[in-house]
């Protein structure tokens, strides 16, 4: 019976990682596009993903700053979010948790990613950033608890 109970355990905790993984590519999805909407709109001023490659150490290269971005938000910040998930405040809603969890990350983002940004495009990339992590986040978190059936 012990033997049961613990690939029962194995296979719930595999389910976790993989609809929280689900949920990141779907979130990274909801914030490459809204991304994507800031770039057309500030006729590429930001470059994001450049920015992103050059804090890695890979200057001129948007692909390895996409690359870093999908991966990051697809695998790595989901599976943080799985381990912090009940640690964070305004649950028992893993959107509201998750919404909680993407404000955190900005904090970094907006301070590393800005490149060369200021003056009133500053105060929109900070603005327009924080509302596309807030909706990573939800749907983070939102996609999370559908698949994973939690309320």
């Known amino acids: 019976m ?3 109970e613990r690939i029962g ?4 905790s595999m389910n976790r990682f993989g609809h929280v993984i689900a949920a990141g590519v779907s ?3 909801v914030m490459s596009l809204l991304l994507l909407l800031l770039e057309v709109q500030t006729r590429s001023e930001m470059n994001l993903f450049s ?3 050059r804090f890695i150490g890979t200057p001129n290269d948007p692909t390895v700053g996409f690359v870093l971005f999908a991966v990051a938000g697809s695998v790595g910040w989901p599976l ?3 381990a912090l998930e009940p640690y964070l405040p ?3 809603d893993p959107a509201a948790r998750g919404v909680v969890f993407a404000s ?3 904090i970094p983002f907006v301070v590393a990613g800005r490149g060369n940004v200021d003056g009133p495009l500053l105060v929109l990339f ?3 950033t924080l509302f596309a992590h807030w909706a990573y986040g939800f749907t983070l978190g939102a996609v999370y608890a559908r698949l994973s059936s939690r309320p």
């Open 2 to 4: 012990m033997g049961t």
């Open 126 to 128: 900070g603005a327009y």
């Open 90 to 92: 305004f649950g028992p």
């Open 51 to 53: 920015v992103i490659a």
């Open 104 to 106: 955190i990350l900005w």
């Open 27 to 29: 979130a990274t999805a």
């Open 9 to 12: 355990d194995s296979n719930r």
């Open 80 to 82: 943080l979010f799985l």
